[in-house]
């Protein structure tokens, strides 16, 4: 068959020259017999000669390929035998090694060939799922022996007993020494770190210089027996400030031991029973030296703003946290409240227009921080807008009130009127929230030139950033106290509007939980500021009340509460609650005896949503940040996409770390 395929395409095409010959010869036979009989035979005697010389040149040309096949097979045998590279021929699907060549052999330790044995056998760090998902190089590195591989490799498709299968051609090139020369550049990296005393003026307060030095000393003890390991540079640069350089292969030792020299500086304990608490500020993976210090006063920032007593690390991308586990002690003083309040003036006048915003699902709390803004506008003449949520929401009976008073005639918008109102002197006060996907609108946070945040929850990884004035306090009860403490800098009790008093206060209530939970001596001093501006107590608690059906399906959720580790209430509900409901029911949880948190879980549309408290025993923003959540030690929230019991058991892994951690 082939020598006929070459006999086609090997001889020229000669004959249509015959059939013109033969033509010529039989025209010729019409004028001259002779003369045509001469013609016809020297026709015959060129075919002849031109069969002959074909066949032998057919001979030649079949000669050579197959001489030139033969080249390619030895060719090919011996670049596999001979490759620079180690090379193995095998099943993936079986793993059953067909053919290695000497180097991959010596590789691997054998002496003897690999026939019939399994590649996991002689290399159990390779797994070939990287061929049969399509691609041509091994995602990661092959640890054979003391050496590291870097494989590449193709399929091919084989038919065997009637069947479809592949066999998998691999090459080992040996990257150790690269691969060694990379890790040492990633190990060697500076870290810079920030350790901040963030108590240092209670903590020393009032003690005589031989205590103070014997107690700094101390810190300091503790400070190098921590560092020391790490062989790095820790100076201290003011009196409350140490400076920590160190290369980033010890990063890793301080995050397993989970930061424990927070715990070590806890230990020291001043004559009034105070005890020392450290805030570490760390700056990894940058280009230069300066924007690592600016990562960690990023970080040190971070760990002040949700509550001091942590770890937290910046990188190129994200924050990590450890630690901040313990209670947050008031630290707020008046001189901070009055300088925000100054500040909180001068943007306010010189606004053209102010937007007060909250977040997704406004409580009581955001409604009255958002109205004690409107009365701080309007004392400065300056006209506000407070943005409306649609939908319905914890606080809308408030809102309601609010919306009949005469001063709050013009004062509701929605957001897109907000974004065709807003001008380049727009100010937009954002409350009760710090972050961007949190408020009701990110388009008007990202439309507005001057932004001012008021919020009193931990900050998260993403936070509103950049603002033109930031009153953040982890450590107050409310946004409404906040609010209130700028208010009494601001305007006289008889300017503030007996309703804004009034929700004011219930934002302060909401939050404190009947000033059983979070409050300070700040809390109780707003609330007497807010009884001076003619809140009434009485109408505040009847904003708290429950219909017949409210009440029920809370108990509903109560009943379905669970136990967990002797001290924590897990409840789920099937079926959709209100979320009103169900943080009423986490809290009513924490009045029976032994419960020290409650985590109250049901669905709403595709996602879960989850509502936790705390007696303060378990901070449960640290467990619900695991989960995309946020909130404070005592109040925390989540919205987690998913089903009710993937959720449930992603809500028990976070709380068995975050025991674990403990």
């Known amino acids: 068959m082939r020598k006929n395929k070459l006999s086609h395409l090997l001889e020229p095409g000669v004959r249509l020259y015959f059939i013109a010959l033969a033509a010529f010869a039989v025209a010729s036979a019409f004028f001259n017999v002779y003369l045509a009989a001469a013609e016809g035979a020297v026709i015959v ?35 596999m035998v001979n490759a620079p590279l180690p090379m193995v021929i095998f099943k993936p699907d079986t793993d059953e090694v067909i053919w290695s060549n000497e180097r991959f052999l010596a590789i691997t330790g054998e002496r003897d060939h690999l026939f019939d044995t399994r590649l996991s056998a002689a290399v159990p760090e390779f797994n070939a799922r990287w061929l049969m998902e399509g691609k041509s190089e091994c995602p990661s590195e092959v640890l054979v022996g003391d050496s590291r591989y870097l494989v590449f490799g193709h399929l091919v498709r084989t038919e065997e007993k009637g069947r479809q299968s592949f066999l998998a ?11 060694v020369t990379k890790e040492e550049f990633y190990n060697s990296r500076p870290v810079v770190a920030i350790l901040l005393m963030d108590n240092y003026e209670e903590f020393l307060k009032g003690l005589s210089d031989n205590v103070r030095a014997a107690l700094l000393s101390a810190i300091n003890a503790r400070l190098d027996e921590w560092t020391a390991p790490a062989h790095g540079l820790l100076c201290r640069y003011d009196r409350d400030h ?34 020392a608490t450290l805030s570490i500020g760390i700056g990894k993976d940058a280009d230069t030296i300066e924007e690592l210090l600016q990562y960690a006063n990023l970080s040190i920032d971070m760990a002040l703003s ?23 002690p008031e630290k707020r003083t008046k001189v901070k409240s009055r300088v925000m309040a100054n500040a909180m003036a001068e943007l306010v006048g010189s606004a053209s227009h102010v ?57 509701f918008l929605s957001a897109q009127d907000a974004l065709i109102l807003a001008d380049a002197n727009s100010l937009l006060v ?29 900050r998260a990884a993403t936070y509103i950033a950049n603002a033109d004035l930031n009153f953040h306090e982890p450590y107050a009860s409310s946004a ?63 904003l708290f009340q429950n219909d017949l059906e409210g009440t029920i399906a809370r108990y509903d959720i109560i009943q379905n509460a669970r136990m967990y580790k002797n001290n924590i ?94």
């Open 306 to 328: 949700r509550g001091g007593d942590q770890a937290v690390v910046k990188n190129k991308f994200n924050f990590e946290f450890y630690g901040g586990r313990s209670k947050e």
């Open 480 to 542: 409404s106290e906040l609010v209130t403490e700028l208010l009494q800098y601001i305007l006289e009790p008889n300017d503030l509007l007996r309703m804004e008093a009034e929700a004011l206060l219930a934002g302060i209530v909401l939050d404190t939980k009947q000033f059983t939970m979070r409050t300070g001596g700040r809390t109780f001093d707003a609330a007497a500021f807010l009884r001076r501006s003619g809140a009434d107590t009485g109408d505040v608690k009847k």
């Open 569 to 662: 209430a897990v409840a789920r509900v099937s079926h959709t609650v209100g979320r009103v409901t169900a943080a009423q029911a986490a809290d009513e949880l924490l009045n029976i005896s032994g419960i020290d948190a409650s985590f109250v879980l049901f669905p709403e549309g595709e996602r879960i949503i989850i509502s936790a408290r705390s007696m303060g025993d378990v901070n449960v923003q640290v467990v619900l940040e695991k989960l995309g959540g946020g909130g404070n030690a005592a109040t925390a929230g989540a919205q987690v996409p998913g089903t009710l019991d993937e959720v449930s058991r992603a809500l028990i892994r976070a709380i068995d770390q975050y025991l674990e951690d403990e």
């Open 430 to 458: 954002v409350v009760d929230t710090n972050r961007p996907e949190q408020v009701l609108s990110e388009e008007l946070l990202l439309s507005c030139n001057k932004v001012a945040v008021i919020d009193h929850h931990r």
């Open 355 to 411: 937007f007060v915003m909250g977040h997704k699902f406004p409580d009581l709390d955001c409604v009255g921080a958002s109205a004690g803004v409107v009365a701080a506008c309007r004392k400065r003449g300056v006209p506000a807008h407070i943005i409306r949520d649609p939908n319905p929401n914890p606080g809308s009976e408030m809102l309601s009130l609010l919306a009949a008073l005469p001063e709050y005639k013009e004062v």
């Open 169 to 179: 051609t691999t090459y080992w090139v040996d990257v150790t020494d690269f691969s």
């Open 242 to 275: 140490y400076l920590f350089l160190f290369e980033e292969r010890y990063l890793p030792m301080f995050q397993d031991g989970k930061y424990a020299v927070l715990d070590a500086v806890h230990e020291i304990v001043n004559p009034s029973g105070i005890p």
């Open 45 to 79: 005697l060129l075919y002849f000669w031109f069969r002959r010389g074909s066949s032998r040149r057919r001979r030649e040309i079949l000669k050579y390929i197959d001489t030139v096949s033969a080249n390619i097979d030895v060719a090919s045998k011996d670049t």
